[in-house]
């Protein structure tokens, strides 16, 4: 619309001092003086053209966007809208347009999670967040993430089925809810991160699956309690990562194991890569709060499992605070026992009731949301 205003005025100004209106004057402005105004005037109109020109073209790729994310919202298709999505990055002009870049790196980022790939998925939250860098809000690490990169390759591998049982980069659009979690010591998780190679950031994601999604409801059923679970992800200098999912278990070795009536249990680790969520909560920490997470997993692995008071939740809520992160209201109560579960603190995370320590706000978490559709920024 300014650019509309501006080139009519620019028109007015071209009529107003052409030669045919000096031919009136007493004194007709000198030829050649002439010709410089109206070759400067074309100038300023063909430089307001092409900047409306621009413009009609960021509104066209911010109107496809759109449309990615309305059928998206329709299909709940996470492969499909994620080939797109990378389609769009090819389009390298888009990225002159901050408010494009930031809403197309945002979609990524919650496409990936939903396609269970993590660390890809805190790269494009670190890129959306990069026009906030001046408030203070963007990640603290640098990921050396080039907005530009060749999609190709991951386009192909998504067009692929991944015939893989048990990979922690396994890209599926269906529910993996029966998937079984494979049992896993915290020796060999701790000796994934053992690479020596140099790091360029960390980052942790919560995970949490509600018995009932959107409700307060500790259990559904006989025996669905829901689930909590963590990411730990190291980047490297070369621009490679290391991943592992996994949460804190009940080694049942009777019926009764690990309910309201025998709560206590021997504890096991189980690789959760494949585990569906309902609510995550992801935050790039530093060196210091990655080391503590690693002590404190060692010790956990001695610690028994009781479901009123070191569940799963537990031990997800332990490392959500030893990397800054606070959720508030996650106890409730079920017969015979009490303690923080799963459904409270989902649903705390659904309703806000968060906040970064590092940042005194939640400006600087990713928040995952699995049962609405995608955001849709204004």
């Not at 804190?248 to 025998?262: D, Q, S």
């Not at 479901?307 to 809520?317: A, H, K, P």
Request: glycine residues 6%; contains cysteine; hydrophobic residues 35%.
């Amino acid at each position: 619309m300014k650019a509309k205003v501006l080139k009519r005025v620019i028109a007015i100004l071209f009529v107003i001092t052409s030669p045919s209106v000096y031919a009136y004057a007493a004194e007709p402005l000198p030829i050649s003086k002439a010709i410089k105004i109206k070759w400067n005037i074309k100038y300023f109109i063909g430089l307001f053209s092409n900047f409306e020109q621009k413009n009609s073209e960021e509104e066209e790729e911010i109107s496809n966007l759109v449309k990615i994310e309305e059928d998206y919202n329709k299909s709940s298709d996470n492969r499909k809208a994620m080939i797109r999505l990378l389609k769009t990055m090819k389009v390298k002009r888009a990225f002159r347009n901050k408010r494009y870049s930031e809403r197309l790196f945002n979609d990524l980022a919650h496409i990936s999670a939903k396609l269970k790939l993590y660390p890809l998925a805190m790269q494009y939250y670190s890129q959306s967040m990069q026009p906030e860098s001046d408030a203070g809000n963007t990640s603290p690490v640098n990921l050396e993430f080039d907005s530009t990169m060749d999609v190709t390759g991951l386009i192909n591998m998504l067009l692929k089925e991944d015939s893989a049982n048990n990979n922690s980069s396994k890209i599926n659009n269906r529910s993996n809810s029966n998937v079984e979690s494979n049992p896993v010591t915290a020796n060999e998780i701790i000796q994934s991160f053992e690479d020596g190679k140099s790091a360029s950031g960390y980052a942790l994601i919560l995970h949490t699956k509600q018995p009932k999604p959107g409700k307060r409801k500790a259990f559904s059923g006989i025996d669905n309690v829901g689930h909590m679970f963590i990411t730990l992800i190291k980047y490297n200098s070369d621009k490679s990562f290391i991943s592992r999912s996994f949460g804190f278990y009940p080694n049942k070795n009777n019926v009764f194991a690990a309910t309201p009536l025998h709560p206590a249990a021997l504890p096991v680790f189980k690789d959760d890569a494949l585990h569906d969520w309902d609510e995550a909560i992801g935050k790039f920490i530093s060196h210091r709060r990655f080391i503590k997470v690693i002590k404190v997993l060692t010790k956990y692995e001695f610690k028994m499992y009781n479901l009123s008071q070191n569940n799963c939740t537990d031990f997800g809520l332990t490392m959500a605070s030893l990397s800054g992160i606070n959720i508030l209201e996650t106890t409730g109560k079920w017969p015979f026992g009490k303690g923080n579960n799963p459904a409270n603190a989902g649903q705390s995370i659904l309703e806000g009731r968060i906040m970064d320590e590092d940042a005194g706000n939640k400006n600087g978490l990713f928040i995952l949301n699995g049962i609405n559709p995608l955001p849709l920024n204004p």
